[in-house]
């Protein structure tokens, strides 16, 4: 039997969090040839501005982020 969720029950994932995983997932869809480089490069850095990242965090660490992630995918 399913438990109808409250919202109670949800935990907020912290942005970062959650970008640092797209990022791990665009890295991995780059080394399967999915998207070239800057397709999935510029995809992330958009949407970090538009998501408040870049103010939140500073573009120093969002392109930390994206090398982090992309060097663990591609080594």
Known sequence: ?????????????????????????????????????????DKLQADAERDGLVAQIGQDKVQQIIAEEFHKVCR
């Open 1 to 41: 039997m399913n438990a109808p969720l409250r919202t109670s029950d949800v935990v907020p994932v912290p942005a970062i969090d959650v970008f640092r995983l797209r990022a791990w997932a665009r890295a991995y869809l780059f080394a399967a040839s999915e998207f070239d480089l800057h397709e999935a490069v």
